[in-house]
């Protein structure tokens, strides 16, 4: 009898639950700018609904405007996700959101030496911030508590040089072994001036240690190494870097011995016909790995059982300048953020949803393409984030 009162209170409790459940909400936070086009400038942070049985999936809940000349990038979250870092293009490279409190409001971190802000990385023991600055080739060094800069990381690039920084725009950081991994790329106005190397240095003080190539042709090849992503859990040490222009993917094992890592191309995408390949996932039991490429616009799924020979599961076509991805809860679904920069024939602005046990499109999101907006990335609100560090 007691069971059965039990079962019938667990019912009552359910069924007043239900229509709370049911209007539920997943959300992203997006950051958006008008496409070139518009007579009428925007730019902002939007709050949007990613759940399929929310009678607002795909609209807009909330929308933060920001200023025009910012050039919002991308959004990173510190190691607790209780700040949000805003990398820009434009003015004030670098600004944080306190996410534990609203309204959310834009605060700007003084780093005068940085330009054109693009990637950030955090230590694990969350003392420092590492932002990449692809105007100024230098990387900052800041307090992750404080967010006061604590040393600017530079080295030119010379005929002669065997160990430079050159518009860095791809990090990674491996606490295990005290080793940062940079990818120099190109200039950011005019896209001249691509380099073919990675850059190593030391996590905790910042010493630049070596540079290395990752192209196969000959020098200057221009391959435009653009991000640089550590596989979390291997052993040995791996990480994997995307060429943007060599359009090849490589990847990089630690020796322990020479404490320094080898580097090898593992996949070519010029062989499916894309271009432009960009960011790096993983699942979350490490055997997936997810790859956009920009041009014509695809999301690639790899197989990484065996992580020194991915092996190419699926190419699923999203939309022109498919760029950063983020995953449903269950990792039933990736929404696919398609736009690089506003460049001709990379900007399609839409969000593509794959469902990726099906390997097929379920649908596609125009909210901010119907009203003249891109989206320049996508990422999780803090709920719902799943920390790709694992």
Known sequence: MKITYLLKKSLIILTFLYPMLAQAEILALVNYQSKPDQTLKREGLAIIDLDFNSENFGKIVKDIPLPTDLVAHHIFYNKDVTKAYVAS???????????????????????????????????????????????????????????????????????????????PHGIGINDEINRIVIA???????????????????????????????????????????????????????????????????????????????????????????????????????????ITTASPGYLNIFNIKNPAKPVLEKSIATAEGSHHVVFSPDERYAFVQNNLLNLPNMSDGSITVVDLQKSTVKMTIDTFKNQGLTPNSIVMMPKWYHDNAH
């Open 184 to 290: 120099n790329t190109v200039h950011p106005t005019d896209f001249s001036d691509a380099d073919e190397t990675v850059t190593i240095i030391t996590a905790r003080s910042g010493k630049i240690l070596s540079t290395h190539k990752m192209s196969e042709k000959a020098s200057p090849s221009g391959s435009a190494p653009v991000e640089a992503v550590f596989l979390p859990k291997s052993n040995p040490v791996r990480l994997y870097i995307n060429t943007m222009f060599g359009n090849t993917l490589w990847t990089g094992v630690w020796n322990s011995m020479s404490q320094n890592f080898s580097f090898s191309q593992v996949f070519d995408f010029n062989s499916l016909k894309q271009g432009v390949p960009l960011e790096i996932y993983f699942n979350h039991k490490l055997d997936k790995m997810y």
């Open 89 to 167: 293009l434009g003015s004030n490279p670098l600004q944080v959101i306190d996410m534990t409190k609203q309204p959310y409001e834009l605060k700007t971190i003084s780093v005068p030496e940085c330009q054109v802000a693009e990637d950030l990385v955090f230590s694990g023991d969350k003392k420092r911030w590492y932002v990449t600055c692809m105007g100024s080739s230098n990387v900052i060094m800041g307090d992750a508590q404080t967010d006061k800069q604590i040393k600017v990381i530079a080295a030119a690039k010379t005929a002669t040089s065997k160990k430079f920084i050159s518009h």
